[in-house]
């Protein structure tokens, strides 16, 4: 086999199983699922799991970093063309909500999990302060002054329960961005 068609071959075996570690971590959550389990559901051997994972942990930690990729992608997608502070809080919000609904259950697990299920592991660590890269992309500044991990860690769990209230009062879905946005800016307002 030509070493082309062979890395083509291993590509297409981790988005196997990418996709199944992703769907089983978000359905029955870190501590129900097992390596075989994902290679089961990508249609591969257990043993060419550990071609790719040394363990469930790491598995884990990818699948959060890859989670992590597509929300910020989408997000500095549509921050692209947006102007103002009060407008790009708007569309970060708005992005979060849109990603939580077509992924149901993956900002839980992928953003909020990790450290909880390798608290003594630097890279649990760090997939958790990459949301650092949430403030920083709707800022539009590399330097601020104030931590970016720091803030948006209190982002995250204050629209979390800000989601659970709204969903909860079936509040609209405009003004709640709108309300979340304009408050979020007020309170990061430099100078």
Known sequence: ????????????????????????FVERGYHETR????????GVASGTFYLHFADKQQAFLDFAEQAQN?????????????????????????ALLDFGDVNPGLLQAAFIDPVF?????????QVYDRLGHMVRLALEEEHTDFDCELISHGLCGFLRHAMIYAGRRDLDREKMIRDLGNFIERGLRVG
């Not at 086999?1 to 071959?9: A, G, N, T, Y």
């Not at 390596?35 to 990508?42: K, W």
């Not at 299920?117 to 660590?125: I, S």
Request: net charge positive; proline share 3%.
């Open 35 to 42: 390596p075989q389990d994902i290679a089961r559901e990508a």
């Open 117 to 125: 299920m390798a608290p003594q592991d630097a890279n649990a660590w």
């Open 70 to 94: 597509e929300l910020l992608s989408m997000m500095g997608e549509r921050l692209r063309s947006v102007e103002g502070r009060r407008e790009r809080w708007q569309v970060t919000c708005a």
């Open 1 to 24: 086999m030509s070493e082309q068609l062979i890395s083509r071959v291993e590509g297409t075996t981790l988005s196997r199983l990418r996709r199944a570690a992703k769907l089983l």
